[in-house]
């Protein structure tokens, strides 16, 4: 008759029980509620219980021994913690990578030449917390005539929290705005040269997130290993 192990006490026992004998463990793969009800009655008994249904393949794994089960388990969360560590850093350096950049075109604009331009619309975009100020302005370089919206320098596609704020008070339509532009790119322009608070933005963007990080790695590793 074939044998299979309890996963409760580790004895090997018969592949027909429902229960195992010592321990009262349903030992049938899946066992449906029924199956419970029976191993619940063997194990008040003391009596096993045969089942005549064929045999389930035994999928379960032996028990670890117990000087080494909690040593296991506290190399898999190390495990995971190297592995998120690893995705925060890819993270970290993208986010600093692109703050930088545009921290160095920020301290390259104090130094641009300013046109004379205008204010050709100024207006509320968006909603709520999400709701932003645009300005949009025109200027002429060499006869050729341009147009943007850019502010200051900000790095782009993250939170901007140096944004300007007041735009459609400080730049109404039709006021005239000293506009500075790269000069190896004129299309390339600000109203507001200058870092304008980039690097606190970039801090506040990774340190945030990464205090939070630690406090909950720290606390998982506690809870493993208590």
């Known amino acids: 008759m074939p044998q299979i192990v309890c996963p409760g006490c580790g004895n090997e026992v018969s592949s027909r029980l429902i229960a195992c004998p010592e321990c009262g463990l349903p030992v049938r793969y899946r066992p449906t509620p ?6 619940e009655a063997a194990r008040s008994s003391g009596r096993p219980v ?23 388990e506290f190399e898999l969360t190390a495990f995971s913690v190297i592995g998120w560590t690893v995705v925060w850093l890819a993270f970290v350096g993208i986010v600093v990578g692109l703050y930088l950049s545009a921290l160095s075109t920020a ?7 300013s046109v004379q331009g205008v204010i050709e619309e100024s207006k509320t975009i968006g909603g709520g917390e999400d709701s932003e ?9 060499n006869g050729r ?19 300007p704020s007041n735009v459609r008070d400080r730049f109404p339509v039709g006021r005239e705005v000293a506009v500075y532009f790269d000069p ?18 970039m801090l506040l963007t990774i ?20």
């Open 34 to 39: 029924a199956d419970l009800a029976v191993a």
């Open 207 to 226: 340190g945030i997130p990464t205090a939070v990080g630690l406090v909950a790695v720290y606390k998982a590793v506690n809870r493993e290993r208590s």
């Open 133 to 141: 100020d645009v300005a949009k302005y025109s200027y002429t370089v």
């Open 50 to 72: 045969i089942d005549d249904r064929p045999p389930l393949p035994n999928l379960s794994l032996p028990p670890l021994p117990p000087s080494t089960a909690g040593g296991h």
């Open 107 to 113: 301290r390259e604009s104090d130094s641009w030449p």
């Open 184 to 201: 190896a790119d004129p299309s390339s322009a600000v109203l507001e040269p200058g870092t304008h608070g980039i690097v606190v933005t």
């Open 145 to 163: 005539q341009y147009k943007s919206s850019r502010i200051r320098i900000a790095a782009s596609g993250l939170i901007n929290a140096n944004r």
